[in-house]
């Protein structure tokens, strides 16, 4: 038993292979759900397998467990005797199938758990050939996972004398609210307002005095270029020079 499992687990990856160069008249499947099946923990599972226009040779199931590169043998269902055999190591009170109708087979999965997720499909054999049906997920629902909590904003108070401080803007000061029995801003905030204007009053305080130092400076310059000398009844003649 064990030798022909281990053969069967090399041969149904090149069947897989295989198949599409097979006869093209291939037979169809209807699987019962066709679709992704969600089920719960310890819940028992159904799958239906029909092969249409197949042989009456039985039915193989089978499952590929996720992220294996090899499906695994379950169980095999006899469609003379209606025997089923269960592969190596497989709980009989948990697996188990039958023969429905001529090609209809069932898979019955009982109190279903996380070894049990994959992609379950069954395999027919005609004209010595081996056609697999479609796959069918069957998994656990997904827990959603909580976001972590937010971290909480501090906020930092101090004595009646002095302003609210919030954490997340340090750099500013609040008003004493009224209930404190004070109006305005504290020193704090004086400062906080008043140094920028007492800054822009000296600059324009420096600025006006370089201007004025400038322009005595351009008064006192007196031009020191000769003169005409014109005397009354003559003509303007060469200017006189001072000794």
Do not use: H
Request: hydrophobic share 40%; proline share 9%.
């Amino acid at each position: 038993m064990g030798s022909s499992s281990a053969v069967r687990s090399l041969l149904l990856p090149l069947a897989l292979l295989l198949q599409p160069f097979g006869s093209p008249a291939q037979p169809r499947f209807r699987m019962s759900p066709a679709e992704k099946l969600d089920v719960r923990p310890a819940e028992q599972v159904r799958l239906q397998c029909e092969a249409l226009s197949a042989s009456n040779t039985g039915c193989s199931w089978l499952r590929l467990a996720p992220g294996a590169l090899t499906p695994t043998f379950l169980l095999y269902i006899s469609s003379v005797t209606s025997s089923v055999k269960l592969a190596d190591g497989l709980d009989a009170a948990r697996f188990g199938g039958e023969r429905l109708s001529y090609s209809t087979y069932r898979l019955t999965v009982r109190d279903f758990g996380a070894q049990d997720q994959g992609y379950y499909f069954c395999v027919v054999t005609r004209n010595s050939l081996m056609y697999f049906s479609p796959f069918v997920a069957v998994f656990l629902p997904v827990k959603a996972t909580t976001p972590a909590p937010k971290p909480k904003t501090t906020t930092l108070l101090t004595t009646t004398s002095s302003p609210i401080w919030n954490s997340a803007n340090s750099g500013k000061c609040k008003p004493i609210s009224s209930s404190q029995g004070k109006k305005g801003l504290d020193f704090s905030c004086d400062l906080y307002i008043w140094m920028p204007l007492t800054g822009v009053c000296v600059v324009l305080l420096l600025a006006l005095i370089i201007a004025i130092t400038i322009c005595q400076r351009s008064r006192r310059r007196v031009c020191r270029c000769p003169r005409p000398l014109i005397r009354p009844g003559r003509k303007s003649g060469p200017p006189e020079r001072f000794v």
